[in-house]
C-alpha cells in the first residue's frame, strides 16, 4: 500500500464551475444565519407534524448513504481483500469525509438547541434505547476517522511541499510592510515537514485498525437510520414500516455506496479529462446486484409475510413511490447483471445512476414521503430550506474540486492503457 | 487468491444474522413492562365538557412564566388580550376542540399530553431530556438538556410536543402536570382545579380508572363502552370518556402495545452488552490484518519477478476480479 499510487490533479483552481459552487455556497451560508437569527421557522416548512424536513431527509439520511463509497469500498479492498482498487479509496474517503461533516453540520442548522449537544459526551445523559444517540455518537466518531484516514494524504503532500505558494505569499506580504523577511519562519516550516514525515509511518503501522474501525461504524449508524423510524409505528405508511428497517437501511447504504464510488469516478475521470477506469469500475458493478437482489428478496418478502403486497400495487400515491423506488433499483440492477453492458462507461454510469436515484428514494420514502402524522398536517420544502441544502451539497463538491488539485488523492495513471490514453488527452489538452 | 476471506465474511455476516433472530425471540420474554396505577393522571370526561375553555386559560395564566410560554397573539390583537389557537402549539399546552357532526351530535374534546406508561418521547430522547418519573409517572421535558432534535415529535403517536418554530432559542413544549406550577401549590393541576363542571379529574391511575367504570356502569347509554387510554399503547394516565367514538374527536385508534417497546427489543438485541460491535470490530481486524500480510508477502515475490512476468500476474490478478 505505497503512497505513489496517487498523484495531485494539476489544474487551475478558479474556474468557471468554481464560481457557481461559491456562489450557491455562499447563498446557502447567508440562509443559515438568517435561521440563527430568526429561528427555524423563518426559513422552512417544517412543522409540528412534519418535524423532520428536507435537512434530515437528504443532508443526514440520504447524504450519509451517498457517503458511503469509502464504506463499501473499504470493505472491498481491506476485507475481501481486492488490492488492485487500492487507488480509488482516497476519492472515496474525501467524498466520505465531505459527506458525513457536512451531514454533522446540516444536524447543528436543523438541530433547535445545539448548544446542548455537550450532553452527548455526559455518560448519565446517555440513553441507550434511543436510536438517535447511536447514530449522533457513530457518526461524530465515524467523521473523525474519515479524517484520520484521509490524514496519510495530506501528511504525504506536506512531507514533499516547498511551501511555494506560501513562499511567494509571504514574501509579497513582507516587501508589502517593506520589512526583511526573518529567517525562523523557513525553520518552522521545515519542522512541519519533519514532523509529518516523523507522524507518516508511524501512522501507517496503525492505520488498519482504523480503517476497520471505519468499516463497523457505519454498519452500526447506518442500520440505525432505518430503526429512528421504527418508533413511529401509527405514522409510517406499512409499506416501508417493519422491523426489518435497520437491515434494509444496512443494505441500502452499501449498493448506494458501490454505486456512487462509480459514478464519482466516472464523472471525475470525465470532468478532470482523464482516461475511464472502465476495468475497475465493471469489477465494482459486477458485486451491485447481488447487494439488490438480497434487498429487493428482503422487501418483497417482508411485504408477503405482512400481507402487504396488496397494497404495493394498489397505484395509491404511496404505491406509486414505492412502486417507482422499486423499479429504479430493480432496473439499474438488472443493467448492471449483463457482462457486455458493465464493460461501457455509458451503461455503468446509468445503471448506477439508477441505483443510486431508487436507492435515495428509499429512504426519501421511509422520512418524508410515507410519513404521514395525521389529518391536516402537509409539508414540502421552503425556498430557502432547499437552498440550505444546495449551498451545503455545493460546498461539498466545491471542496472535492479544491482538494484533488492540492492533494494526492486521485488514482495515478499507472498502468499502460491508462498511460496511452492519457498521452491521447495530452495531447488534446 | 480473496477466496477464504470471502467465505469468512458471509459466513460472518450469517452468525450475525441468526444471532439477531435468535436474540429477537429471547428478548421479547423479558422485557415486559408493568402498568404502575398509583401514578397520577387525569379523567376526562368529554360528556360534561361544556367548552368554556376556562382550563385553557388556567393553564396558560398558571404555567406562563415556567419555560418561556407567551400568550398566543393575533395579527389583529397587538395587546395580546384575545387568544384563540387553533392547536396545540410552542405556547400552548392543553385544548379544547369542538367536534360537530349534526345539530344534535357533538363534542367537546380537550388535548394535552397522555402521560403515557411507557412513553415513545421518553424512549427516543438521546439526551434523557424527557424523563418520566416513577413515582408519579409525569413524563416532564427539561430544556437546560434538549437539543432540539424533534425526536421526540416524530415518535408521539398524539403529536403532543410541540416545537417554537418562530424562536430564535426554541424549546419543547406539552403538559408536565404542573409539575412545577400548581401542583406544588395546591397539589392539583390548574385546569382540573379550574373546571367548573367537573369533567377533568384529577387523581392517580387506579382511582381514576375505577372512577370512570363506575360511570360507564352507572349510565350505558351516555357513553362509548370504552375508556380511552385504559390499554391504548400500553396504557396512558390521561383516561377519556365520551359519548362519540374516540377516533371523531381526533384521538386515533392504537394498538395495545407500546411502540417503545418494539423499537427497543430491537435496538436492545443488536447492541446488548455492545458484543456484536466488538465482535463485528475484532473479526474485521482479524480479516484485515491476515489480508495485509498476504499484502506484503506478494510483494516481496513481485518484486523478485521480472518486469514481463510482473505484467503477466497483474492481468491475472485483473481476471480474479469477482
Known amino acids: ?429 | 487468491m480473496g477466496k477464504p476471506s470471502r467465505r469468512q465474511f458471509l459466513k460472518l455476516i450469517g452468525a450475525t444474522g441468526a444471532a439477531l433472530v435468535v436474540g429477537r425471540g429471547s428478548a421479547s420474554a423479558t422485557e415486559e413492562h408493568q402498568v404502575n396505577n398509583d401514578t397520577l393522571g387525569m379523567l376526562y370526561d368529554a360528556t360534561k365538557c361544556v367548552g368554556c375553555k376556562a382550563c385553557m386559560s388556567a393553564c396558560k395564566r398558571v404555567n406562563s412564566d415556567f419555560g418561556s410560554l407567551s400568550y398566543e397573539q393575533a395579527p389583529f390583537d397587538s395587546d395580546g388580550l384575545w387568544d384563540a389557537p387553533e392547536d396545540l402549539s410552542g405556547s400552548t399546552r392543553t385544548l379544547i376542540k369542538l367536534f360537530k357532526e349534526s345539530e344534535k351530535e357533538w363534542s367537546y374534546v380537550k388535548y394535552s399530553c397522555m402521560h403515557c406508561q411507557k412513553p415513545s418521547c421518553v424512549s427516543v430522547c438521546p439526551v434523557s431530556a424527557m424523563t418520566r418519573d416513577k413515582m408519579t409517572g409525569i413524563v416532564d421535558y427539561n430544556k437546560n438538556t434538549c437539543i432540539g432534535c424533534r425526536y421526540c415529535q416524530v415518535a408521539c403517536a398524539f403529536n403532543i410536543p410541540k416545537f417554537q418554530w418562530e424562536k430564535a432559542i426554541p424549546q419543547i413544549v406539552k403538559c408536565d402536570l404542573c409539575k412545577n406550577t400548581n401542583m406544588v401549590k395546591k397539589g392539583i393541576t390548574a385546569c382540573a382545579e379550574t373546571c367548573p363542571t367537573g369533567a377533568i379529574m384529577f387523581g392517580k391511575r387506579k382511582d381514576l380508572l375505577e372512577e370512570a367504570k363506575k360511570r360507564l356502569a352507572e349510565n350505558p347509554g351516555r357513553y362509548v363502552n370504552h375508556i380511552y387510554g385504559e390499554k391504548e399503547l400500553g396504557g396512558t394516565n390521561h383516561l377519556y370518556l365520551s359519548a362519540m367514538p374516540f377516533k371523531k374527536l381526533g384521538l386515533p385508534v392504537l394498538k395495545h402495545e407500546a411502540p417503545a417497546e418494539f423499537s427497543e427489543k430491537i435496538q436492545h438485541t443488536i447492541y446488548k452488552g455492545f458484543i456484536a460491535p466488538v465482535a463485528l470490530y475484532s473479526t474485521l481486524c482479524f480479516i484485515a490484518v491476515k489480508n495485509k500480510k498476504k499484502e506484503r508477502a506478494d510483494d516481496v515475490e513481485e518484486q523478485d519477478k521480472s518486469g514481463s512476468e510482473r505484467k503477466k500476474a497483474e492481468t491475472e490478478h485483473g481476471e480474479d476480479v469477482e
Open chain 1, 1 to 429: 500500500m505505497s503512497h505513489d499510487e496517487y498523484q495531485t490533479y494539476r489544474a487551475k483552481i478558479l474556474t468557471p464551475s468554481f464560481v457557481v459552487l461559491l456562489v450557491l455556497t455562499l447563498i446557502g451560508f447567508t440562509l443559515i444565519a438568517v435561521r440563527f437569527i430568526k429561528g427555524i421557522g423563518a426559513v422552512s416548512n417544517m412543522n409540528d407534524g412534519y418535524p423532520w424536513g428536507i435537512w434530515i431527509t437528504y443532508d443526514v439520511a440520504t447524504g450519509t448513504a451517498i457517503a458511503c463509497g469509502g464504506y463499501a469500498m473499504a470493505i472491498l479492498i481491506y476485507i475481501r481483500n481486492r488490492m488492485h482498487y487500492h487507488p480509488m479509496i482516497r476519492s472515496a474517503i474525501l467524498t466520505s469525509m465531505f459527506g458525513y461533516g457536512l451531514a454533522g453540520f446540516s444536524v447543528m442548522v436543523d438541530v433547535g438547541r445545539p448548544w446542548n449537544a455537550y450532553n452527548f459526551f455526559i455518560p448519565s445523559k446517555w440513553q441507550a434505547n434511543s436510536a438517535m444517540f447511536e447514530v449522533a455518537v457513530c457518526v461524530m466518531a465515524y467523521t473523525t476517522v474519515l479524517l484520520l484516514e484521509f490524514l496519510p494524504t495530506v501528511l504525504t503532500a506536506l512531507e514533499k511541499t516547498q511551501w511555494r505558494t506560501l513562499q511567494l505569499l509571504l514574501d509579497m506580504l513582507y516587501s508589502r510592510m517593506g520589512m526583511e523577511r526573518p529567517e525562523r519562519i523557513g525553520d518552522r516550516l521545515d519542522k512541519v515537514k519533519d514532523l509529518a514525515a516523523w507522524l507518516k509511518p508511524r501512522l501507517d503501522k496503525v492505520l488498519i485498525f482504523i480503517i476497520v474501525l471505519g468499516i463497523t461504524l457505519p454498519t452500526m449508524h447506518q442500520s440505525s437510520l432505518g430503526s429512528l423510524l421504527l418508533i413511529a409505528s401509527t405514522k409510517l405508511h406499512p409499506l416501508w414500516y417493519t422491523g426489518f428497517l435497520p437491515l434494509l437501511f444496512l443494505i441500502n447504504c452499501m449498493y448506494i455506496g458501490y454505486s456512487i464510488a462509480i459514478l464519482e469516478s466516472v464523472i471525475s475521470c470525465y470532468a478532470f479529462k482523464r482516461p475511464f477506469e472502465t476495468r475497475e469500475l465493471s469489477g465494482i458493478a459486477r458485486i451491485i446486484p447481488w447487494l439488490t437482489v438480497i434487498w429487493l428478496s428482503v422487501v418483497i418478502g417482508d411485504l408477503a409475510w405482512r400481507g402487504q403486497l396488496g397494497a404495493a400495487v394498489s397505484f395509491d400515491f404511496y404505491s406509486r413511490f414505492f412502486l417507482l423506488e422499486f423499479c429504479l433499483v430493480a432496473g439499474g440492477s438488472l443493467l448492471m447483471f449483463s457482462g457486455k453492458k458493465r464493460e461501457s462507461i455509458r451503461w455503468l454510469f446509468v445503471s448506477a445512476a439508477l441505483i443510486v436515484l431508487g436507492g435515495a428514494l428509499y429512504r426519501f420514502n421511509v422520512y418524508l414521503i410515507g410519513f404521514n402524522p395525521g389529518k391536516g398536517w402537509h409539508y414540502f420544502p421552503a425556498l430557502a430550506e432547499l437552498l440550505i441544502t444546495v449551498g451545503i451539497v455545493a460546498f461539498e463538491i466545491l471542496g472535492y474540486q479544491v482538494i484533488v488539485k492540492i492533494l494526492p488523492v486521485l488514482p495515478k495513471l499507472h498502468t499502460r492503457q491508462q498511460l496511452d490514453a492519457g498521452d491521447v488527452t495530452a495531447d488534446k489538452a
